[in-house]
């Protein structure tokens, strides 16, 4: 059976049956994450190259949610602060990203709709 869902006690998914791809282990199990930037880079990971969830779930794998980085530069991501959250543009309705204190920010003066790029927002005036 290929990609089998497994799930551990850590947060990680993990795929088995992919003895055959370098990321894996010598049982064929995969980190999920791994997997999908491998096949989003269209190579292999090498050593010491890290995968980061952008919005801090380790579960959402989804390609745009993850970035590529270093063992080195990685924990650099963790310890700003930043979090990323996901965000529906109120406008076209587009999925975005913005930093969680930016958005408590805004949430605190009663604002509760948010826009993916100026052009969406609402005074944005512009050549039409
Ligand atoms: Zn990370
Ligand atoms: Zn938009």
């Known amino acids: 059976m ?8 850590f947060e990680y998914r993990q795929l088995c049956g992919y003895r055959n791809h370098p ?16 096949k989003k880079l269209g190579r292999a990971l090498k050593n ?20 590529l ?8 991501k963790h310890k700003t602060g930043i979090t990323m959250v ?3 543009c109120s406008k076209c309705g587009k ?3 913005r930093e969680i204190r930016q958005v408590n920010t805004k949430i605190k003066y009663g604002q509760k709709n948010f826009y993916c790029s100026p052009e969406c927002g609402p ?3 512009g050549n039409q």
């Open 2 to 9: 290929q990609s089998q869902r497994k799930k551990q006690n």
């Open 23 to 38: 990321n894996s282990n010598v049982n064929g199990v995969i980190l999920e994450h791994r997997l999908v930037m491998s």
């Open 48 to 67: 010491g190259e890290i995968v980061h969830h952008i919005d801090g779930n380790f579960t959402n794998n989804s390609p745009e949610n993850l970035q």
């Open 69 to 76: 980085t270093t063992r080195s530069d990685h924990p650099s």
């Open 86 to 88: 996901p965000l529906k």
């Open 95 to 97: 999925e975005f990203y």
């Open 123 to 125: 005074r944005f005036v």
